[in-house]
């Protein structure tokens, strides 16, 4: 009963899962830092002066945040091809683009809430110095915000890098994806998977280590 | 390509029937779970070292691996071994594990949020660590960590469409289901989305009114 | 009327780490007597008050409050518990539950009394610390003299031997410290057992039968108030009294 377990022939199958992993951190890094960029748009715009600006990012961060990524991955891998029919290109830019614009939604919330945290002091000493909007919001909210966002930004990227598994459902070749070609030539589901977790937790476990890390020097 | 929402209607009862077995299998997996993470974070505060490590490692292998493959672990790979779970078990038994590791810390956090002196206060009274636990501890701790309890519930409600790339019928599978049949992908997923999305929000704030009627103080 | 002491600490030593903190205290609380104990900070006065019910444990000598004897492993501190009672610098009331109901919980879950009973009792103390019309409030909506109030009503709602206040009002805004003093004051003249670490030197003045000055970890000097505070002894205490008074 025991032998499932160990029947992973190293040699011939990690190379595979090795370069989905690639894929995966890959997936990570494009999706993180564009979810970043269009997190900082959105997130700054949740507390911009102008009420539509605000309702437009309130939208779009609170509607993306109660999808499955799943839904928002199947919804661009079917409609893509329905707008574009003669365009082909893998997989990976329809995983980024997904994964892209849910990262945005949540990052955007991570920076709303720390803007808010800055305390309130803060801004009306820079009110006080004669600071206009942009210049408060440049050196005196920001530089603080970032700081405050870390940790659960890092709890986001823990998150971000199992939400790349499901892009796995529209054939894009991360490390699940290759987990399942794998299994379906070697025909051992439960040591290939296992390797495939063990893979995953290699990427996050640091990562939840140094958010911990983080929090406890913030403390 | 035109967009139709009106011929897409009819369907909506099978969306409904979906969205059923989602709820279903995030409610159970949400109390069994939660359960299951009480007797974690106890393990997790045991005198026994062993007792202690086997938490940690609980904790730390669900919060950094996918539920995806968690479940193909489940689904594929226990038969290996003799344990066949259809589609259904197979999910809520990945889902429970998921859940129980990521509440056990939401307990830790409400238990340790709850202020040391109100522990003294009621053991200078006389009541052993049982009452003051669960007269003293208990209800604070819930109300501190409700706002966590309820994002958990939520998330795992969102984690459940992943079942559908295990065959589990619930309302991610309708839709893709939907979609091949009728290839209308605009209407059927923003239909599909906007339900995700309105249950969450009722979620959401059905929590919020509990907030105020439970803990009025 | 025993002549055995309410109290009796005999050499008490504690230490907190590599930290000794009580050096050897002697102290003893007759029934009916009220004792309070003053002192710089970091004197040691609230880590002895709180080895008198078990809140802290000491490494060497006896304490014996109320017939039972504290030094025993076998001591079943919550029976102690009942017979002592405490109020603490912060409170500590309740917040999730209303005055009412936190006066009824310990006698109804610990003593056994009646819901009955525990509310006729706790309505009575209610009325004897003055905050009758806030049974049925939460706490957090009370000043700070109100929720010590209630917390002092709490303590007395076991109906214990001995009553133990730790800086009882040294939390308090000044306007309400008054209140929270007339109602010790009521206390002591009713014949309550009182051991009080305060730093209210005109309550020390006025309700103590003894005052014992505490400094690094000894008791340095005892006596009756108007010998402590209007002819000191000792150097130290008059150290001390000359920087407050």
Same mark, same amino acid.
């Given at each position: 009963m025991v032998t499932p377990l160990f029947a992973f022939d190293f040699g011939r199958d990690l190379p595979p899962l090795l370069r989905g992993a690639g894929l995966t951190i890959g997936l990570v890094l494009g999706s993180g830092i564009a979810g970043t960029i269009i997190g900082l748009v959105f997130g700054t715009a949740r507390s911009a002066p102008l009420a539509p600006i605000r309702w437009l990012a309130s939208i779009y961060t609170n509607f993306v945040r109660g999808l499955p990524i799943l839904i928002i991955l199947l919804f661009l891998y079917y409609e893509i091809p329905l707008l574009f029919p003669y365009a082909t290109f893998s997989q990976a830019i329809t995983a980024v683009i997904g994964l892209s614009v849910y990262s945005g939604a949540y990052i955007a919330e991570i920076f709303r809430g720390s803007i808010q945290a800055v305390p309130r002091g803060q801004l009306e000493a820079g009110e006080a110095l004669g600071l206009n909007y942009v210049q408060k919001m440049r050196h005196v909210v920001m530089p603080q915000a970032l700081k405050i966002a870390v940790p659960p930004g890092i709890g986001f990227l823990i998150a971000l890098v199992k939400a790349t598994s499901l892009v796995s459902v529209i054939t894009a070749t991360d490390l699940t994806r290759a987990g399942r070609n794998v299994t379906s030539a070697n025909h051992e589901p439960l040591a290939t998977f296992l390797v495939v977790a063990a893979l995953y937790f290699v990427i996050s476990y640091p990562l939840s280590l140094l958010g911990r890390w983080y929090e406890r020097r913030l403390a | 390509m035109t967009i139709n929402f009106a011929a897409v209607l009819p369907y909506l009862p099978v969306m409904l029937r979906g969205l059923a077995i989602s709820l279903e299998v995030t409610v159970l997996s949400f109390f069994i779970g939660s359960v299951l993470g009480i007797f974690v974070y106890l393990g997790r505060r045991s005198t026994f070292a062993p007792l202690r490590w086997l938490g940690y490692a609980f904790v730390e292998v669900f919060r950094n691996t996918p539920l995806l493959v968690q479940l193909y672990l489940i689904y594929f790979g226990l038969p290996q071994v003799g344990i066949n779970l259809d589609p259904f078990w197979s999910t809520l038994a990945g889902m429970t594990l998921n859940n129980a590791a990521y509440t056990s810390e939401i307990f830790r956090a409400g238990i340790e949020s709850v202020p040391n002196g109100l522990v003294e206060a009621a053991g200078a009274l006389g009541m052993r660590y049982l009452q003051t636990f669960r007269f003293i501890v208990l209800k604070p701790a819930i109300r501190n960590v409700l706002p966590s309890l309820t994002n958990q519930f939520i998330v795992l409600f969102l984690f459940s469409s992943v079942?559908?790339?295990? *065959?589990? %019928?619930?309302? &991610? *599978?309708?839709?893709?289901?939907? %979609?091949?049949? &009728?290839?209308?992908? @605009?209407?059927? $997923? &923003?239909?599909?989305?906007?339900?995700? $999305? @309105?249950?969450?929000?009722?979620?959401?704030? *059905?929590?919020?009114?509990?907030?105020? $009627?439970?803990?009025?103080? | 009327m025993s002549t055995q002491p309410m109290i009796l600490a005999k050499d008490i030593h504690k230490r907190f780490g590599d930290l000794e903190v009580l050096k050897g205290i002697d102290a003893e609380v007759d029934e009916r007597e009220v004792v309070c104990l003053i002192g710089p900070s970091g004197s040691g006065k609230s880590t002895l008050l709180r080895c008198m019910n078990a809140l802290e444990k000491f490494q060497k000598g006896h304490i014996t409050i109320c017939g039972h004897d504290l030094t025993g492993s076998k001591t079943n501190v919550n029976e102690v518990r009942r017979d002592v009672g405490m109020v603490f610098q912060s409170f500590n009331v309740f917040p999730h539950m209303r005055v009412l109901d936190n006066l009824t919980l310990a006698p109804m879950k610990v003593l056994k009394v009646s819901k009955a009973e525990a509310r006729e009792r706790a309505m009575a103390l209610l009325e004897k610390v003055g905050l009758v019309d806030k049974a049925n409030v939460y706490p957090t909506k009370l000043s700070g003299g109100q929720q010590q109030r209630v917390a002092i009503a709490r303590a007395l709602a076991m109906q214990p031997k001995v009553m133990l206040f730790d800086e009882p009002t040294s939390a308090l805004d000044p306007e309400t410290v008054g209140e929270v003093l007339g109602v010790m004051k009521n206390l002591a003249e009713e014949g309550m057992t009182m051991m009080v670490v305060t730093h209210e030197m005109g309550f020390a003045r006025e309700v103590a039968d003894r005052v014992l000055f505490m400094d690094g970890g000894v008791v340095v000097e005892q006596g009756a108030p108007k010998q402590i505070f209007d002819d000191p002894q000792h150097e130290r205490t008059q150290a001390f009294l000359s920087k407050i008074l």
């Open positions: - | 079942g559908s790339v295990i *065959s589990l %019928n619930e309302l &991610t *599978s309708a839709l893709a289901d939907l %979609n091949q049949r &009728t290839l209308r992908t @605009l209407e059927i $997923f &923003t239909i599909g989305g906007l339900l995700y $999305f @309105l249950a969450s929000a009722v979620i959401a704030g *059905s929590s919020r009114l509990a907030e105020r $009627f439970l803990f009025r103080w | -």
